[in-house]
């Protein structure tokens, strides 16, 4: 089954170069900041977020594969961070701007 993953991220006494490099690892892992939009078009996931769609029997599976991989990579890195996913099955998502 295909599930949605949303990630979001904070990274202790980090710079810009280091969020750079947060959201190329996160690019590698499937999770992206700029995502297509059903009706045409690119959407931008707000600040310290990433999202991608991956295949898994249970979206608690998903949840620990995707948590781990982007562990690995921020401890790779020596980031300290906080790190928060959410998966789900059904879903739908949606961008507006004021």
């Known amino acids: 089954m295909s599930y949605l993953v949303f990630v979001t991220f904070d990274l202790k006494g980090a710079g810009s ?4 490099n947060a959201y190329a690892d ?3 892992l499937g999770l992206r900041k700029v995502q297509q939009a059903d ?3 690119t959407v931008v996931i707000p600040t310290t977020a990433a999202m991608g769609t991956f295949n898994g029997k249970t979206a608690a599976d998903v949840r620990a594969d995707v948590a781990k991989w982007v562990q690995d ?3 790779a890195r020596r980031f300290k961070s906080e790190i928060f996913v959410v998966v789900g099955g059904d879903w739908a998502w949606g ?3 004021t």
Do not use: I, N, V, W
Request: net charge neutral.
């Open 26 to 28: 996160l690019e590698k």
């Open 39 to 41: 009706q045409g078009g």
């Open 73 to 75: 990579a921020f401890t």
């Open 95 to 97: 961008s507006r701007t």
């Open 17 to 20: 170069p280091d969020y750079t």
